[in-house]
């Protein structure tokens, strides 16, 4: 396995919110540690309920020029990060082995099963059918749908 310094150095243990890398309001951290070994990995921030109402109100002001991307230009950024996830499974697979004990086979499985998400939803990103639909239950006598 790759040593878990080399696969976390150059990766941001801070929260992103809007757009840039900041710590956590009240500057509290959380220290990792790998389950087999007791070693600290790492220490990552720990958002406050102010960092996430900033990031609930920084998603806000970031979907309008979101939603005004072309379907297709936002299948394909999804599509992108699908194939980044792909990309980097082994790693990303081994840091949730180090982070949480989980076997590696199971870890692959888990970072393939995320990335799914991503292509099914780059997928649907161009089926814009210009439609709402409901699932209500039915009831007697309720009206339909």
């Given at each position: 396995?790759?040593?878990?310094s080399e696969l976390i150095?150059?990766?941001?243990?801070?929260?992103?919110?809007?757009?840039?890398?900041?710590?956590?309001?009240?500057?509290?951290?959380?220290?990792?540690?790998?389950?087999?070994?007791?070693?600290?990995?790492?220490?990552?921030?720990?958002?406050?309920?102010?960092?996430?109402?900033?990031?609930?109100?920084?998603?806000?002001?970031?979907?309008?020029?979101?939603?005004?991307?072309?379907?297709?230009e936002r299948s394909e950024?999804?599509?992108?990060?699908?194939?980044?996830?792909?990309?980097?499974?082994?790693?990303?697979?081994?840091?949730?082995?180090?982070?949480?004990?989980?076997?590696?086979?199971?870890?692959?499985?888990?970072?393939?099963?995320?990335?799914?998400?991503?292509?099914?939803?780059?997928?649907?990103?161009?089926?814009?059918?210009g439609s709402v639909r409901?699932?209500?239950?039915?009831?007697?006598?309720?009206?339909?749908?």
């Amino acid at each position: 396995m790759t040593p878990v310094s080399e696969l976390i150095s150059v990766r941001h243990t801070d929260l992103y919110i809007g757009g840039s890398w900041r710590p956590a309001s009240d500057a509290q951290r959380i220290e990792v540690q790998d389950p087999a070994t007791g070693e600290v990995i790492a220490t990552v921030a720990s958002a406050s309920v102010q960092d996430a109402l900033t990031a609930v109100d920084a998603a806000s002001q970031a979907f309008p020029p979101w939603a005004s991307r072309p379907p297709r230009e936002r299948s394909e950024i999804l599509r992108e990060a699908f194939q980044l996830m792909l990309r980097d499974r082994e790693k990303l697979a081994e840091l949730m082995v180090r982070e949480n004990g989980k076997t590696l086979t199971e870890a692959r499985g888990e970072v393939t099963y995320a990335a799914e998400f991503f292509r099914w939803f780059s997928e649907e990103a161009v089926r814009n059918i210009g439609s709402v639909r409901s699932a209500r239950r039915w009831l007697p006598g309720a009206p339909s749908c």
